[in-house]
């Protein structure tokens, strides 16, 4: 019998390499039919690690299939990558029998002739896995060709996006980002400060048997350690929510302040929008806005899991306009964007972008913030972020912005996180002020 959690990853790679989804709605879906916690934990290990070093999977496939890529079905390709990384990764299962498990996925996907491939290629991964045809890193950084060999091949990432990070920053940081991203995200938490201090929610998590440690840069934030948090008591009395830190960070960057009168106009799932109502207070208001009617309930459910009184959650439309007959003091615009700023977490992000959507996006980023920008009171406040490594969806679209609005000006100095610098995912911001002097 092939292992549930190994057929659970199966389906998850076929839904994202098929694009009929991502990475977190194909897990979502098939969590739900494990009933076991340890088969859900191991196949949203297979399937994310799978995805994170795909790239170098398939150089292997390749080399010992004597064949591209294109010339296999993809079936039979999934299962050789989710299989690969069992064996290279995971030491829970037998070699042979992660290897039987394979040929009989085949032979149960409709592959059958393929059986004999698929066992030859896994068994020569098992004898050389200490030698594996992989490009090695490259004597000196001088050699452009052998680096983005390494990176995108042995480092696993499209050579469109490590060739820019190695052109802005250089290999070594190219290196640091792309080993960050292949390594596991901690589960990263934010205390409700409108219910709970992080101290106080530490030690509540410890009397539950859950070990935290207190993130270095965000104030709220904790990293779990050992333990699963989710679906405790404290989890769903609102004490808690998972955001990762350089999103919780740009929370912190919009600046609210209290008794302001504050838009998010991107709101869901509402991270952001609670760090905000917290600022606030209840002098202060935030008028969370989404446009799609799953997202809004996600939020509706964030804010009152949150016990904020002092948010109104709105259906709107940024891109069509905003509805609002009167003006904000600060308005944060959390755009969407290309996420290749978050593919630790979402590695299947750099799978299915392209370098051409970047000038799309920002086209669609700018229609954004004018939007926004519209419902900015004088001397308000208007924030911009997005988590995209990419300068064309970040400085270059608040750059174009402003050449169009003189009315506004740089408020403070923009907001980044870096992986080789800061150990954290790559996000953005920018806050711009209106002044009625400069209309």
């Not at 340890?38 to 690690?49: H, K, N, P, Q, V």
């Not at 609102?238 to 960070?249: K, N, P, T, V």
Request: net charge neutral; with cysteine.
């Amino acid at each position: 019998m092939i292992a549930p959690a190994r057929t659970a990853a199966y389906a998850v790679l076929r839904s994202v390499g098929s694009g009929k989804t991502d990475l977190a709605s194909a897990l979502a879906r098939e969590r739900t039919r494990l009933p076991d916690e340890r088969d859900r934990a191991l196949a949203g290990e297979i399937a994310t690690g799978t995805l994170r070093l795909q790239g170098a999977f398939d150089h292997i496939i390749a080399n010992f299939a004597g064949r591209p890529l294109r010339k296999l079905d993809a079936e039979v390709v999934d299962i050789l990558r989710l299989t690969i990384f069992q064996l290279l990764h995971l030491d829970r299962v037998p070699a042979s029998a992660a290897v039987k498990d394979a040929v009989d996925m085949a032979g149960k996907a409709g592959k059958r002739s393929a059986a004999g491939l698929v066992n030859a290629v896994l068994r020569r991964v098992t004898r050389e896995r200490g030698k594996l045809p992989l490009p090695e890193r490259p004597s000196t950084t001088e050699d452009r060709a052998a680096a983005l060999a390494y990176l995108s091949i042995t480092l696993s990432h499209p050579e469109w996006l490590v060739a820019r990070w190695l052109d802005r920053h250089g290999f070594a940081e190219a290196e640091s980002w792309a080993r960050f991203n292949n390594e596991p995200a901690s589960l990263m938490l934010r205390a409700n400060r409108l219910k709970v201090t992080r101290d106080e929610l530490a030690v509540a998590l410890a009397a539950a048997g859950i070990e935290t440690e207190a993130a270095v840069r965000a104030p709220d934030a904790l990293i779990v350690r050992r333990g699963n948090p989710v679906g405790t008591t404290l989890h769903e009395d609102g004490l808690f929510f998972i955001q990762d830190e350089a999103s919780q960070l740009v929370g912190h960057f919009a600046g609210a302040r209290a008794g302001e009168h504050i838009l998010d106009a991107c709101a869901s799932p509402g991270g952001k929008t609670l760090i905000m109502a917290a600022a606030a207070g209840p002098t202060g208001s935030v008028v969370a806005a989404d446009v799609r009617a799953r997202r809004i309930d996600l939020l509706a459910e964030t804010v009152r899991r949150s016990g904020a009184t002092n948010v109104h959650v709105v259906q709107a439309d940024t891109g069509a306009g905003l509805p609002f007959a009167g003006r904000f003091d600060r308005v944060l615009l959390d755009a969407p964007c290309s996420g290749l700023g978050t593919l630790r977490r979402d590695p299947d992000i750099k799978w299915r972008r392209k370098e051409g959507d970047l000038s799309g996006l920002a086209q669609g980023q700018l229609a954004l913030l004018e939007h926004a920008a519209a419902v900015v009171a004088d001397d308000g406040h208007l924030v911009y972020s997005t988590c995209s490594s990419e300068p064309e969806e970040n400085e270059f679209v608040v750059q174009a912005f402003l050449r169009r609005h003189p009315e506004f000006r740089p408020a403070a100095e923009a907001f980044r996180t870096l992986p080789f610098r800061d150990g954290l995912e790559a996000f953005y911001g920018a806050m711009v002020v209106k002044s009625k002097d400069l209309r």
